[in-house]
């Protein structure tokens, strides 16, 4: 069976350790619980009949204090970076995390996930940050772990992306 | 009282402190650890258990020509620690048995499928943290198998394998696993019981879920309904690991653990402390409790 490792990447807080619950186990936890260190879950998709395990990292967020450490993306085939739609810090960040993860992990497929956008009324992103994204690359789905809305896609379009970018080498 | 002991003996006995120390060099640091447990002062039975063990590659090279020897001499280092707690529940001896029963299990499984660890490309990783999960995973078989699936004893694992820098964690029930970093405390897993459940899930209010006692109740456990976290955190020289069973965090908070583990010299004096401090508190359960220091070779 294909493995490919899947680094979730961003600023604390974004809401990285909701999207894998989300999708793993279909739970969302109310309360905020800061990961330490890396937690692994897995999962089984199927691509283009195939089926792939998913092996998430999903790695403690970047604080004032701490960066993403590198050792933990070392070998990722794929990066899901987080971004918390109602903090437009952690949007502004993005670029700096993206130079730390691709000087680790060279350049694999990654996918952005502007999350929280049940939050309508907190919500600090425009169009043109997405049309920005694109610009740079980056392919990015608004998401909910709260309700599920975006989260599925997420994920499928990662595995789908990394087992393309595996075909293509 | 407690007192020092042979480790296999005195840790059977279950009713004093029994300290196993192990110390070993790995470059660019020293591991240094010990496992202390105690009854407490309520409680004449112990249903703790704990196992410190290191794990090396089996090559002993007995005669060769080849002029620098000193190559094949890390072939013989111990290359990972595994560090277990486990407190068990369950009627009578019951729980005893259980926690007794995985960390055996969880020893025996390793040691089996242990050849794994010194390649750590990002397959091989994957298939290591594979095999520490089946570890636990054949624990909770061997206790379903002995007791049945449904209300028999259960315990909780905490294990920790250290492969340095990375101490890769397999966990279920509410011991704990943390780590010290220039003073401040980090807990490594999450609680598993129905009170964070149901108050993470948003059901319950914490005081509501404490009112019923759901914090007393696993959410997951070996030999009961299990679910393991899984993960990995990667250590500094200075950092010191520890895990404990609740007997230890329901008396001392991180404060006072932090600054326990911060000013005792060695792994031995700081377990002694820790338990010293729950059993002062009260010692209202059985309390285990593993130290692991990394210090500068």
């Known amino acids: 069976m294909i493995q ?51 092996l998430l990292w999903d790695i403690e967020g970047r604080t004032a204090e701490q960066d993403i450490p590198a050792t933990y993306l070392k070998g990722a085939h794929g990066i899901v970076y987080v971004v918390d739609g109602t903090r437009r810090e952690t ?48 392919h990015s789905i608004q998401t909910s772990a709260k309700l599920g809305e975006g989260v599925e896609q997420v994920f499928q379009w990662v595995a789908a992306a990394t087992v393309n970018a595996g075909l293509a080498r | 009282m407690m007192e020092q002991g042979r480790i296999a003996d005195d840790a059977r006995a279950g009713t004093t ?21 105690h009854a407490g002062r309520v409680r004449s039975n112990n249903e ?52 007794g029963m995985a960390v055996q299990t969880i020893v025996q499984y390793l040691s089996e499928a242990v050849g794994c660890y010194q390649r750590m490309d990002v397959n091989a990783e994957h298939e290591f943290l594979e095999h520490l999960t089946s570890a636990v995973q054949q624990s909770h078989d061997r206790i379903q198998s002995e007791f049945g699936s449904q209300g028999g004893p259960a315990t909780t694992v905490t294990m920790v394998t250290l492969v340095w820098p990375r101490a890769y964690f397999v966990h279920a029930g509410d011991s704990r696993a943390y780590f010290l970093r220039d003073g401040r405390l980090r807990q490594i897993t999450q609680d598993q019981t129905m009170g964070d459940l ?47 069973t609740d007997g230890l965090t329901r008396h001392l908070d991180d404060a006072r653990i932090a600054s326990t583990l911060a000013a005792a010299p060695d792994s031995a004096s700081a377990c002694k402390s820790l338990i010293d401090g729950a059993l002062q508190e009260g010692g209202l359960d059985n309390v285990t409790v593993v130290v692991a220091r990394c210090t500068p070779a």
């Open chain 1, 4 to 54: 490919k490792k899947i680094c979730m990447v961003g600023m604390f807080g974004t809401g990285k350790t909701s999207l894998v619950q989300r999708y793993v186990y279909s739970m969302f936890s109310q309360k905020y619980h800061s990961t330490v260190g890396v937690k692994v879950d897995r999962k089984e998709v199927q691509v283009d009949g195939e089926t792939v395990k998913l």
């Open chain 1, 91 to 138: 949007l502004d960040q993005l670029e700096s995390i993206q130079e730390t993860a691709r000087r680790a992990a060279g350049s694999v497929p990654s996918v952005v996930a502007l999350n929280k956008c049940d939050l309508t009324a907190e919500w600090k992103l425009k169009d043109k940050d997405e049309t920005a994204l694109r610009r740079r690359a980056l």
């Open chain 2, 17 to 37: 402190a029994v300290p196993a120390r192990h110390a070993t060099k790995a470059a660019p640091v020293r591991i240094e650890c010990t496992g202390l447990t």
């Open chain 2, 48 to 99: 703790d258990h704990f196992v410190i063990a290191s794990m090396r590659k089996s090559v002993d090279v007995t005669d060769t020509n080849v002029e620098d020897r000193e190559v094949f001499s890390v072939l013989q280092a111990p290359s990972a620690h595994l560090l277990v707690v486990a407190d068990g529940v369950g009627g009578r001896s019951g729980g005893r048995i259980a926690s």
């Open chain 2, 198 to 244: 149901m108050v993470d899930i948003g059901v319950m209010k914490e005081d509501e879920a404490r009112k019923g006692g759901l914090f007393d109740v696993l959410a997951s456990a070996v030999g009961g309904e299990l679910s393991p976290s899984v993960g990995l955190v990667d250590l500094q020289p200075d950092d010191v690991l520890m895990l404990c």
